[in-house]
């Protein structure tokens, strides 16, 4: 029966197609006593050859997505599967104690892993406990009959339907079939979110139900524009939905008209629209779409895809492919912001009550000055090889910066009298994304070359509410004038020092806040590759004098988010 549900519009875009379920199926089972143990183990090695198979399928996708290295964690499940001592174990189980597969299986793998987890000095035998653990379910869910879903073996159109999806989880999606995602929580800033809009995949998040409200294989169609979903849709609203989705790839091939155009407005004021990216591939976005430069490039991903800390020699080739590429136009490269809801394997952070107000970015950077120092050298050996900017994330106080700074300098000054070249024009600037800094902004001003407004955190932290949790996600309100009026202090802070001031939170590609952003004189404008030539073909009708009128007005007479809304929406832009 059609069902029609209204989450966050989170990504650009229009598909059709039936679901797929990303969700965890239920393990449990129950404990029982077997009269046939032959049979029985019969069913375990039924078990164990069903999972042998699909772990070789799966090695064979992930050798050919993410290279033979990460593939090899597959070797290691396979060999689990055939290890004599972990499978004749569960067999003597079901024979001497006539268990059922299920629970001879659990207490065999219970013990596996408690003798890995217990061998503290040696982390690559306590890494095996985890593969036991993957090992485990998958047999379990084979016994059961309810196989664990392997989005990396989709190989037809798919939407596929989440409670949540994790950075890694969305990393992993392959655009070719998959043609929108849909999930239950999460807000538009969210990473999971900010990925498929780079992956260019529709996707509406914070649904609250859809994986109660669709089967497996049930087709649905998805707005990524409005955030509506429908399941089970009629054929009139398949037809309806195939028009939208035409309609937006014909808006799409107008706007590439302006690839190679500059970002003027009507009355010929030029602003740099740039772009953001993860990681190098997304440098072909950057290309395809004619950004001016890459405002913001979030390394923490460089450290997320590598099985251990990136070595300098990692980073910099990294870090001069991208500044190569772009030369000569501007790279802002952030340095490592990893905590909140970016996890590193190997660099096991403490549990916080609130890991978003708790030790991440430049907080984790100044205290582990030797991963932090590895990154600023990276970086200065890439200097040489493009325009760099370095940009501090989370900077809550001018002391950080100081700090920052001085670490910076330190490793310049070595590397220089180690006779290594590089550039002497970088420019040094933070994330405006803490209020505290935002209020500040006079006195930072003096002190780096430029700001960066961070809107996804700066909102979140000025509203007091988490930017991944759909229940709050009416306070993600950028234009509301509180705070339209820190990014105005902002940015009338940096021009009266003669810097720059920048935004590259989700909000600087909104089409509501751009008319306000080119009225309060913003410099430069970073988003997601996908939203330039949205916006370049935007700027293009407005005019600055009246914007600013216009923006005075959103400031010092409205009182709330939609009243500025209205204001915008009134251009009929
Ligand atoms: C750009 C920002 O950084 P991130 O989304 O990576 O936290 C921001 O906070 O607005
Ligand atoms: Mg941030």
Known sequence: M?????????SDGVATAKAYMLVQPDLSFSQSKIQDPDQEIQ????????????????????????GEDEAQVFDAHM??????????????????????????????SDMFIATFEAMTDNPYMQERAADVRDVSTRVLAHLLGRPLPNPALIDEEVIVIAHDLTPSDTAQLNKKYVKAFVTDIGGRTAHSAI???????????????ITQDVKADEMLTVSGLTGEVTVDPTPEQIEQAKAEEKAYTEQKAEWATLKTAASVTADGKHFEVSANIGTPKDLDGVLANGAEGVGLYRTEFLYMDSAELPTEDDQFKAYKQVLETMNPKPVVVRTMDIGGDKHLPYLPLPEEQNPFLGYRAIRISLDRQDIFRTQLRALLRASAFGNLRIMFPMIATIQEFEQAKQVFLEE???????????????????MIEIPAAAVLADQFAKRVDFFSIGTNDLIQYSMAADRGNEHVSYLYQPYNPSILR??????????????????????????????????????EFSMSATSVLKVRSLMKKLSTTEMAKLSE?????????????????ALNL
């Open 412 to 430: 310049k000054d070595k590397l220089i009298k180690d006779g290594v070249k590089v550039s002497d024009s970088i420019q040094l600037g933070i």
């Open 195 to 209: 990925m498929a809009r780079s992956l260019e995949i529709p996707a509406v998040v914070g649904t609250q139900t």
């Open 79 to 108: 060999m689990i599967l055939s290890d004599p001592e972990f499978t004749g174990a569960i067999e003597t189980k079901i024979k001497d104690d006539k268990d059922n597969a299920e629970a001879a299986l659990k207490s065999v």
């Open 553 to 569: 007005r959103a400031i010092t007479e409205s009182i709330s988010n939609d009243d500025n809304k209205k204001l915008v929406e």
């Open 43 to 66: 069913r375990l090695h039924t078990a164990l050859d069903q999972s042998n198979s699909e772990l070789k399928l799966i090695r064979d996708k992930a050798v050919e997505t993410l």
């Open 486 to 523: 820190l990014v105005k202090h902002v940015i009338d802070s940096a021009h009266k020092e003669g810097k720059w001031a920048g935004m590259c939170g989700e909000a600087a590609g909104d089409p509501i806040m751009v008319p306000l952003l080119v009225g309060m004189g913003l410099d």
């Open 2 to 10: 059609t069902k029609q549900l209204k989450g966050i519009a989170a």
